[in-house]
């Protein structure tokens, strides 16, 4: 079974949950936790990214509050929670190198980890498979996205 799926050059994992608008993804993981990220389609649309903050662990965020926030030369802002629950991880390479994310979406640029407290109920209003396959190719057509890898 395929793992990815690529349109116009922009890369899909089929094994994550993304919420379109915000072209955000998130990852479960073995342990009950969930990791939090932008998509490759989201890295393109913000360019090169500058400046990266992330929520302290520990901290607390409602589903929809900003985990952390992102900012290149044409575009800033929120990267908001996807699922409610604590911050038990922030990536460091991304503070000291934001652009990690531009190269690396799905895997070294990853943004949070999280403990969600009601997943299920989350996962409800992400879309999964050949749902978010469909929406993400509307939303790459939308905005006349074209992904290219940066080397």
């Known amino acids: 079974m395929e793992k990815e799926w690529e349109y116009n050059g922009c890369i899909i994992p089929l094994d994550l949950y993304y919420e379109i608008e915000t072209q955000t993804w998130v ?3 073995e342990d009950g936790t969930v990791t939090m990220g932008l998509t490759d ?3 393109v649309r913000a360019g090169r990214l500058l400046h ?3 929520k302290d662990v520990g901290k607390y965020i ?3 509050k900003p985990v952390a926030s992102l900012e290149s030369g044409k575009w800033a802002g929120p990267i908001n929670a996807l699922v ?3 911050v038990v991880e922030r990536n460091e390479k991304v503070l000291e190198q934001p652009d990690i994310i531009n190269y690396d979406p799905y895997g070294e640029g990853w943004i949070v980890r999280m403990k969600p407290v009601d997943l299920e109920r989350d996962l ?3 879309l999964y ?3 978010a396959i469909e929406k993400m190719r509307e939303y790459i057509d939308e905005w006349d996205i074209i992904c290219m ?3």
């Open 27 to 29: 990852r479960l993981n």
């Open 41 to 43: 389609v989201g890295q």
């Open 52 to 54: 990266a903050r992330i």
């Open 62 to 64: 409602k589903k929809g």
């Open 84 to 86: 409610e629950g604590e």
């Open 124 to 126: 409800k209003d992400l």
């Open 129 to 131: 498979g050949p749902q």
């Open 149 to 151: 890898r940066c080397t």
